[in-house]
């Protein structure tokens, strides 16, 4: 199946899932009167939100360039991430206000049993369809499906907590009967708002920071600096690399230092067997590659980059020679 294929038909299977998920759980949720219940129906009724974001950036996003936009719509899975996490902090809010009233003015819970087979059923529900999401995500290098599976793998995590919660009230009191053990709920509900939080900041850092056009991470721009200087001696240096991310696109530019009698046709061709070799490695990316004469004179902005055995370089103004190491 082809990539945005399969991404629309995950995306669309969230939407599902969680659908199912907020009306089970908000049904529950108020038939019982557990607040807990009711935040982690509220929980996933932002992770149907952030779905159907998910769903429309992951359709926008693979748009081809355009007059109006050059350069793709790869960064609307990223505004798309951010806002997922700024709906999260939203509701974690909203949950600990209403926890903290539930806290002082506790409730009892009504069939406890159905609370905790919902929570079940809401975790089993969810680990299948975040680890699709995940694996599909990780394939096709798309944040916004990967932001949608961490919000059903918090998910996870929270609804476990309610139904360890709601089981611990109810063996208590069946334990110690007469004794009020509600409290534990909107404690619960509290830990899980402290977790969601956690998340909206883990998401906010990883899907805001290629908005602001951070460099590719260090992995990345290692396997590009040795292909490079595996194409010594045709390659002399290079300098200026420069690096993006933009949804799953990638940018990557920088300028090559070769033999000033080397032919436009010989130094077009490592142009091409750079530009292949980065494209394999890295499906959607785009590659800008701008040839120089080197003439072993390393200026300010060659030295680092400087492929030149030291005894075929010269000191220019700028400062004395860098060895690539």
Known sequence: MEPERLKMKVAALSVASNTALVIMKLAVGLAIGSVAMISEAIHSGFDLVA????????????????????????????????????????????????????????????AIGWG??????????????SEILFRVGRRTDSIALQADAWHLRTDVYT???????????????????????????????????????????DLTVRSARDLLDVKLPKPEIDWITQLIVRHQPAVRGFHHLRTRKSGQFRFIEFHLLVDPLMTV??????????????????PDASVMIHIEPCDGKCSRNCQEGCLLPPDRRETGRSGTAFRLR
């Open 51 to 110: 779905a159907l974001i998910a769903l429309f950036s992951v359709k926008t996003s693979s748009l081809p360039a355009d007059v109006h936009h050059p350069f793709g719509h790869g960064k609307i899975e990223n505004i798309s991430g951010t806002v997922e996490a700024l709906l999260i902090f939203g509701a974690a809010v909203w949950i600990i206000v209403e926890a903290v009233g539930k806290l002082r003015h506790p409730e009892p819970i009504d």
């Open 116 to 129: 905790v087979a919902v929570m079940l059923i809401s975790s089993v529900v969810n680990v299948v369809v």
């Open 159 to 201: 609804s476990a907590g309610v139904m360890v919660s709601l089981a611990l009230i109810w063996f208590l009191q069946n334990l110690l009967p007469g004794r009020d053990f509600f409290w534990l709920d909107p404690v619960a509900a509290i830990a899980v708002a402290l977790l969601i939080l956690k998340a909206a900041y």
């Open 265 to 282: 046709e010989a130094s077009h061709d490592i142009t091409e067997d750079l530009t292949k070799a980065i494209e394999d490695q890295y």
